[in-house]
């Protein structure tokens, strides 16, 4: 508590104002350095903004950045900004890694502090190359592109752009889940900073109950500072995308019911993407990835059998497919995801698209379109092999096991550049979240489990996961966070207490 008597005398300013983040922000500063904390109008602070994926998020104002470059700085943060809140929640914090979710709010604070770990991008490999150490600042292009050279792999995230911090800690979906589980199974250590300031380890043999509680389990137990992650081998691969035209959904929601509910190769994955795009017009698009350089691996006969507009299908690197996925997705726009899970049928997913393409019509014609509006519903196959791997592999928060599957994971992603627009955008794709929630109750298909990495603000993941987890959880977090520095003085993210 070196920190301590120091912050402590900033407290009588803070407290007398009610809530001077300036105060805090200016004790901060005092306790980790000048240079780590920046302000409006600074390069430091312009650069933390310019670094969200959604436009919402960029666009909150943080009475200051605190941006650390060791876990040491981290602690020292942490400590005062536990000094500080220790009366309460007077100076409110957010924790941004890569910063690519869309819930407002869960990575940035408007008048409040943000810790911005873009600086901790330590990236170093064990001497036999069998895990790989990522500072949580990394995004997963500088990962992939560290080991592709090297002909290894860690099962991370899809999209180049995506930081590795929030992304282990909610789970993280891979190119490489049905075989490796989620990401965060394959994280073989955490390190992160308690609330009290402590720097600790978290793995299966220390700290255990917090390793497994982390595997899901959002920002409630501190500030992830690194992670160790398991490597395998991987050479260039097969995968890439097929685009079809609008008059082919049929036929590919039937491919893809059959790929989910056979999964008949653990190697092989697969995203329908059914969608909108200004400049485009509607479309379908079905995105490959299998375990090996295999041309045209049969698994996916039943996709190529259907007639396409083109493809970029390849044998390639990660990094690459991670790239391209990418540019789809550009940084800086407004954005929004929502998402729902339920079992597969192909007439039910026959009237979800149906739900959907009912609402795409008062959004994209008329007198008053969207303006370079985006509008995709995903599917993705969470299989019963994927679930199975997470088991082997120690489990985590998520509450799955072998049994709960086979799911899909839906998610609607929009894009869009007025706010103006923001309140039928959201309107609209809530009501179609709504319609298939209520659709797949009545049909016996419906799924608790939503995935956090794709949750909006008004869903509950943590509920998802069932009770026996939550509580866990939140038992865990009584224990190393006490006083609930995470749950009271950051209020972005899910939490686990109401």
């Known amino acids: 508590?070196?920190?301590?008597?120091?912050?402590?005398?900033?407290?009588?300013?803070?407290?007398?104002?009610?809530?001077?983040?300036?105060?805090?922000?200016?004790?901060?500063?005092?306790?980790?350095?000048?240079?780590?904390?920046?302000?409006?109008?600074?390069?430091?602070?312009?650069?933390?903004?310019?670094?969200?994926?959604?436009?919402?998020?960029?666009?909150?104002?943080?009475?200051?950045?605190?941006?650390?470059?060791?876990?040491?700085?981290?602690?020292?943060?942490?400590?005062?900004?536990?000094?500080?809140?220790?009366?309460?929640?007077?100076?409110?914090f957010a924790i941004k890694a890569g910063g690519h979710h869309t819930v407002i709010g869960i990575a940035n604070i408007h008048d409040g502090v943000t810790i911005d770990v873009a600086g901790l991008d330590e990236i170093s490999l064990s001497a036999d190359r069998s895990v790989i150490s990522l500072g949580t600042g990394n995004r997963w292009i500088n990962v992939s592109e560290t080991l592709d050279p090297m002909n290894l792999a860690v099962t991370g995230g899809r999209v180049s752009g995506i930081g590795v911090g929030g992304f282990l800690t909610g789970g993280g979906i891979s190119?490489?889940?049905?075989?490796?589980?989620?990401?965060?199974?394959?994280?073989?250590?955490?390190?992160?900073?308690?609330?009290?300031?402590?720097?600790?380890d978290a793995n299966a043999s220390s700290n255990s109950d917090l390793f497994k509680a982390l595997k899901g389990g959002g920002n409630n137990f501190g500030v992830v500072t690194r992670v160790d992650m398991e490597t395998f081998q991987l050479g260039p691969y097969w995968g890439g995308g097929i685009y079809y035209a609008q008059s082919e959904v049929q036929?590919?929601?039937?491919?893809?019911?059959?790929?989910?509910?056979?999964?008949?190769?653990?190697?092989?994955?697969?995203?329908?993407?059914i969608g909108y795009a200004a400049q485009a017009g509607y479309y379908a698009f079905v995105d490959e990835s299998y375990l090996g350089a295999v041309q045209n691996p049969p698994v996916y006969s039943e996709f190529v059998s259907i007639p396409q507009e083109f493809d970029t299908l390849r044998v390639d690197t990660l990094s690459d497919f991670?790239?391209?996925?990418?540019?789809?997705?550009?940084?800086?726009?407004?954005?929004?995801?929502?998402?729902?899970?339920?079992?597969?049928?192909?007439?039910?997913?026959?009237?979800?698209?149906?739900?959907?393409?009912?609402?795409?019509?008062?959004?994209?014609?008329?007198?008053?379109?969207?303006?370079?509006?985006l509008y995709s519903l995903a599917l993705q196959p969470l299989s019963a092999s994927q679930f199975a791997a997470s088991t082997a592999a120690g489990g985590n928060a998520m509450g799955l096991t072998a049994s709960s599957g086979p799911l899909v994971l839906l998610d609607l992603t929009t894009q869009w550049t007025n706010s103006a627009d923001d309140t039928r955008v959201l309107n609209a794709t809530r009501s179609v979240i709504s319609a298939i929630k209520k659709a797949s109750q009545q049909q016996g298909l419906s799924s608790n489990f939503i995935y956090l990495n794709y949750a909006s603000k008004e869903e509950d993941p943590i509920g998802g996961y069932g009770g026996a987890s939550k509580a866990q959880l939140q038992g865990v977090s009584r224990k190393y966070d006490p006083r609930g520095l995470f749950q009271k003085a950051v209020p972005g993210g899910f939490k686990l207490f109401p």
């Not at 490489?176 to 955490?190: E, H, L, T």
């Not at 790929?259 to 697969?270: H, P, R, S």
Request: some cysteine; proline content about 6%; overall charge negative.
């Open 322 to 373: 991670t790239n391209e996925l990418g540019e789809n997705t550009p940084d800086g726009l407004r954005q929004d995801i929502i998402s729902i899970c339920f079992h597969p049928s192909s007439p039910f997913l026959s009237e979800v698209v149906a739900i959907w393409n009912s609402s795409t019509t008062s959004l994209v014609s008329g007198s008053s379109p969207v303006a370079n509006f």
């Open 175 to 200: 190119y490489f889940s049905p075989s490796r589980g989620w990401a965060c199974d394959n994280v073989k250590n955490f390190e992160i900073v308690l609330a009290s300031g402590k720097i600790v």
């Open 1 to 92: 508590m070196a920190n301590f008597w120091f912050v402590l005398a900033f407290l009588p300013l803070i407290t007398a104002t009610l809530q001077n983040i300036s105060a805090c922000c200016h004790a901060l500063s005092a306790a980790v350095g000048s240079s780590k904390v920046s302000y409006p109008s600074s390069a430091a602070y312009v650069e933390s903004a310019d670094s969200y994926f959604a436009q919402q998020e960029a666009q909150l104002d943080p009475t200051c950045v605190f941006k650390p470059t060791s876990a040491q700085d981290v602690s020292k943060g942490v400590e005062a900004l536990a000094v500080l809140n220790y009366a309460g929640p007077l100076c409110p």
């Open 251 to 273: 036929p590919l929601i039937s491919a893809f019911t059959n790929f989910t509910t056979a999964a008949a190769d653990a190697k092989a994955n697969v995203i329908l993407s």
